[in-house]
């Protein structure tokens, strides 16, 4: 094994207090530096180890301070942040998050979009995942796919322009989420490894636009869709979306449910869409109550 962690920690703290003597030579005052971030990095390793991941946490952070208030050193300073971010998404997702926002400000101030974006990818997830905290990784990724578009990476920017029409349907944000799906659907009809997928973007849109009860617009997106795709017009995804807005717009709920079975036995509803199908059909029940 190897040294305590703890004893490096006393270590670093040691060579930090060094510093302080009146007249100490600049060039060795800076060795003292980088000795104590040393230590409290070995530290946090050696804490990592343990699997005491706070504290191993806390050891990254104290370099990334010296590095970025002592040796002016601000691009070590935000590698020892992302090394801190993924020990503290074990056990303190918040400080996870708050670190690798730290080191993402300074990729930025370096013109290091890529690798800014690919880190607000990560915390997006840690929201999303770990803390459930949708709206703020809705945020996140929002703002990471624009950096990956702004560098020409449209696949990695269409993931995450997905993944924030997702979250922004769950969150009853539906015109945020239907510009998304068909985004992305355009974007992919031009790409052969992209373009069989522009199906389940339609669909997932259609269904948006049925959740804001504006049935007009309804049967219209689905006609702009049919258009841009000529396949579309002979998939499943597309006739089922146009069988639930006919029982939409009759207020069939007993329709609703028999195109959704049907079509369920042939290809799995998955999460999303029986989260947001539920609530249509909660719709068509609250609007019979009230001619009822």
């Known amino acids: 094994m190897g040294e305590d962690p703890r ?31 040393d230590f409290y990095v070995q530290a946090a390793n050696a804490f990592r180890l343990e699997k005491l991941y706070k504290e191993a946490g806390q050891a ?30 074990k056990d303190s997702p918040e400080d996870a998050v708050r670190c690798l926002q730290v ?30 905290d949708r709206k703020r990784a809705l945020a996140c990724y929002e703002l990471a796919a624009q950096w990956y578009e702004d560098d020409n990476a449209s696949a990695l920017a269409n993931k995450l322009w997905l993944k ?3 979250i922004a349907a769950l969150e009853g944000d539906y015109y945020k989420a239907i510009e998304n799906f068909e985004k992305v659907a355009e ?19 259609g269904i948006c636009t049925l959740a804001t009860k504006d049935i007009v617009s309804a049967r219209r997106n689905l006609d702009k869709y049919r258009e841009k795709d000529p396949q579309f017009a002979s998939q499943r995804e597309c006739q089922l979306l146009s069988d639930l807005v006919e029982a939409v717009e009759a207020g069939d709920q007993e329709a609703f449910t028999d195109k959704l079975y049907a ?4 290809s799995k509803l998955d999460k999303w869409k029986t989260e947001m199908l539920v609530r249509i059909k909660s719709q068509i029940e609250d609007a019979d109550n009230e001619f009822s």
């Open 164 to 166: 924030v029409a997702d």
């Open 103 to 132: 080191a993402i400000t300074q990729y930025c101030k370096k013109g290091n979009f890529r690798r800014a974006a690919s880190h607000q990818e990560n915390a997006g997830e840690v929201l999303e995942v770990d803390i459930g």
């Open 60 to 89: 990254f952070e104290q370099a990334a301070k010296i590095h970025q208030e002592k040796l002016n050193e601000p691009d070590d300073a935000a590698n020892n942040m992302v090394d801190a971010f993924k020990v503290y998404r």
């Open 7 to 37: 004893s490096l920690v006393q270590k670093a703290q040691k060579a930090l207090a060094s510093t302080g003597g009146f007249g100490f030579f600049s060039s060795r005052k800076e060795d003292k530096f980088q000795d104590a971030a």
């Open 187 to 205: 974007s992919s009809l031009g790409n052969n490894l992209m373009k069989y997928s522009v199906k389940e973007y339609f669909l997932k849109a």
């Open 263 to 266: 079509y369920d036995q042939m």
